[in-house]
């Protein structure tokens, strides 16, 4: 190769390389963009410079892979967990930082049992059984959402009225083998809630997103009893369905999965864990156009996550666990 050549051709490789350092920093400019953006949508301040470079990295990693992600059955959205890593959201589902303790041994009266005949279709928000959706926030609670939506709906169910009760109540006042915002478990709430004869509105104590000391003057306001709780037979789609054609039903799931933290629409339809570490409400059922069942899911991330703070999950998989663990210990309350 002559001098000249050699020249030449290290002037196409500078050239290429400097088009590409300015690809790659358009591409920085816009996504910070993004980051500050999203900062603003969501409310996220960061305390200094280098927590915010940090956050960055984190939210640039994630977008790429909500980006990058393709499922024909559903979408992911660049929403408010964005600046989190997986290790940090699957610590804030669940504030034990480990799996739920399900006692899969116990089993209860199933009152479902004997049902023959379910609707094709259900769907509690429709027959006003079903509270707006609202948002756990920084606090490990899930468990406390999913009771409560699940008492509201019996509630409605049994005496006509749609009244919206306290989680707040149950993160501060339940012990047992729960510590409010650093995780809980449904069954103590239903035995807090029987012993105390009932559980306040969310408008005599309502929600701080924090651990607080529970406050009896408050409590006392006991607007929704309940006698007690029963388990549907673990690990069986077909039991749950006739519990959730009768009522809500609370069910622990693995929420960590980082498809399922992205999640906007359609049918979540994945391979999924079940480390279950998240509380969520079924709150219906139904089957899409293509016939695809699912249940449908309330959760508790507010209404920017999923549809507008919903999920619909595929139903009766092969997995007899069901999808993400559903199946595996689902409970319900008694009137
Ligand atoms: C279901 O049917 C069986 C047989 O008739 C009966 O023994 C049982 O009590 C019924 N269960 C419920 C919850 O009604
Ligand atoms: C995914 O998003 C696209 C674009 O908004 C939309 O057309 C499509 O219906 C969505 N798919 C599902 C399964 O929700």
Same mark, same amino acid.
């Given at each position: 190769?002559?001098?000249?050549?050699?020249?030449? @051709?290290?002037?196409i490789? /500078?050239t290429?390389?400097?088009?590409?350092v300015?690809?790659?920093?358009?591409?920085?400019? %816009?996504?910070?963009?993004?980051?500050?953006?999203?900062?603003?949508?969501h409310?996220?301040?960061?305390k200094?410079?280098?927590?915010?470079?940090?956050?960055?990295?984190?939210?640039?990693?994630?977008?790429?892979?909500?980006?990058?992600?393709?499922?024909s059955?559903?979408n /992911?959205?660049?929403n408010?967990?964005?600046?989190?890593?997986?290790?940090?959201?699957?610590?804030s589902? +669940?504030?034990?930082?480990?799996?739920?303790?399900?006692?899969?041994?116990?089993?209860?009266?199933?009152?479902?049992?004997?049902?023959?005949?379910?609707?094709?279709?259900?769907?509690?928000?429709?027959?006003? =059984?079903?509270?707006?959706?609202?948002?756990? !926030?920084?606090?490990?609670?899930?468990?406390?959402?999913?009771?409560? =939506?699940?008492?509201?709906?019996?509630?409605?169910?049994?005496t006509?009225?749609?009244?919206? /009760? %306290?989680?707040?109540? @149950?993160?501060?006042?339940?012990?047992?083998?729960?510590?409010?915002c650093?995780?809980? !478990?449904?069954?103590?709430?239903?035995?807090?809630?029987v012993?105390?004869?009932?559980?306040?509105?969310?408008?005599k104590?309502?929600?701080?997103? =924090?651990?607080?000391?529970c406050?009896?003057?408050?409590?006392?306001?006991?607007?929704a009893?309940?006698?007690?709780?029963?388990?549907?037979?673990? +690990?069986n789609?077909k039991? @749950?369905?006739? =519990?959730?054609?009768?009522?809500?039903?609370?069910?622990?799931i693995?929420g960590?999965?980082?498809?399922?933290?992205y999640y906007?629409?359609?049918?979540?339809?994945?391979?999924c864990?079940?480390?279950?570490?998240h509380a969520?409400?079924?709150?219906?059922?139904?089957?899409?156009?293509?016939?695809?069942?699912?249940?449908?899911?309330? +959760?508790?991330?507010?209404?920017?996550?999923?549809?507008?703070?919903?999920?619909?999950?595929?139903?009766?998989?092969?997995?007899?666990?069901?999808?993400?663990? @559903?199946?595996?210990?689902?409970?319900?309350?008694?009137?």
């Amino acid at each position: 190769m002559s001098s000249t050549n050699i020249l030449t @051709l290290f002037f196409i490789i /500078l050239t290429l390389w400097n088009s590409v350092v300015i690809c790659s920093r358009l591409l920085e400019t %816009s996504l910070t963009e993004k980051h500050e953006l999203w900062m603003k949508e969501h409310g996220k301040f960061y305390k200094d410079v280098a927590e915010k470079q940090k956050r960055f990295e984190i939210f640039k990693e994630n977008v790429e892979f909500i980006e990058s992600f393709y499922d024909s059955a559903f979408n /992911l959205s660049i929403n408010q967990f964005a600046d989190q890593t997986n290790e940090e959201f699957k610590a804030s589902l +669940n504030g034990n930082k480990k799996p739920l303790r399900i006692e899969t041994e116990t089993e209860t009266e199933f009152r479902y049992e004997n049902v023959t005949e379910v609707p094709a279709t259900m769907d509690w928000r429709e027959r006003g =059984a079903v509270t707006p959706i609202k948002n756990q !926030y920084d606090c490990g609670s899930c468990w406390a959402f999913a009771t409560v =939506a699940a008492i509201e709906g019996i509630h409605q169910i049994s005496t006509g009225k749609l009244v919206s /009760l %306290s989680e707040q109540e @149950l993160v501060d006042c339940v012990k047992g083998n729960s510590y409010g915002c650093s995780g809980g !478990y449904s069954e103590d709430a239903y035995e807090f809630i029987v012993k105390k004869g009932g559980i306040a509105s969310e408008s005599k104590y309502p929600y701080k997103g =924090a651990d607080k000391k529970c406050n009896i003057k408050k409590g006392a306001y006991s607007v929704a009893k309940i006698k007690g709780y029963e388990k549907v037979p673990i +690990n069986n789609e077909k039991e @749950l369905l006739k =519990a959730v054609a009768n009522q809500p039903v609370v069910v622990y799931i693995e929420g960590g999965e980082r498809a399922f933290r992205y999640y906007s629409s359609g049918i979540f339809k994945r391979k999924c864990g079940t480390d279950l570490d998240h509380a969520v409400t079924i709150v219906g059922y139904g089957i899409s156009e293509d016939g695809v069942k699912y249940w449908i899911i309330k +959760n508790s991330w507010g209404i920017k996550w999923g549809e507008k703070g919903y999920a619909r999950m595929e139903r009766d998989i092969h997995s007899k666990q069901g999808l993400c663990g @559903l199946a595996m210990n689902p409970t319900y309350p008694i009137a």
